[in-house]
């Protein structure tokens, strides 16, 4: 394969980060494929992107360990190429424990931190999202399902936040303080956000998110750098948020 020095680099770049990524399962696999692809190149791409690799450090963001659910998700993956249901026993924080469900696996996704399966669920008759580490058992039946034609991840997720999808849809408005305003203006948070910079060096933020409890965290983690100018909602969620905050910090011998 006749690859460029651009064309070399960016796969060995992408390796080299994939091998580094706490979210992948395997990362022995992405390393050895790595040392494999560089030494069939010629010396001197050898040498082109041995020199700039080893200069390019990749920091992976906080994510969940993988590498314990590695078996889980290969069988998923037969799973899914073979559109066969699987019967699970979930730990769900929603139902507040173990929970038995058959379902017809859609997508594999890793989302936010960690391993997710999208699928139907035909005990609720609706497309729910498992996290794969909470799988505590799964079998695989000899029973086939078809895909729905229509699905697709970014239509499952819709507006949400980050993969919670709220049952209304809001115009969020939050107001930046100039300390951190660059630091969100540079940043693509969601596929509908919008901003303008003010004459006082705030950042107005808006964007259109199905619910607000995933977004509110976010709002959160800027303290009082954050303003919430709409919805009322949300205003009103930050609020109470803040206030136990303060009881925390206020409260003599509070533990």
Known sequence: MQLTHSEALALLLCLRQSATHGALPDIRSFASAG???????????????????AEAEFKAPPVSDSSSVLDTLLALQVALADRSKVAIHYDSL????????????????HINRGWYIIAHSEQANAVRTFKIERLTQMRVPDERYELEPEFGLERYLGNAWLMILGDKEYRVRVRFHPDVASNVDEVCWHQTQQTRWEDDGWLT???????????????????????????????EVIAERAAGMYQYYHTPDHH
């Open 94 to 109: 929603h139902d507040g424990g173990v929970i038995e469900v058959v379902i017809r696996p859609y997508r594999l996704a």
């Open 205 to 235: 933020f808006e964007v259109d998110v199905a619910g607000i409890g995933e977004i509110s965290w976010w709002v959160l983690g800027y303290g009082d750098r954050a303003q919430v100018i709409d919805p009322p909602e949300l205003r």
């Open 35 to 53: 040392l494999k692809i560089e030494t069939l190149l010629p010396a001197p791409l050898q040498d082109h992107c041995g020199r700039l690799l």
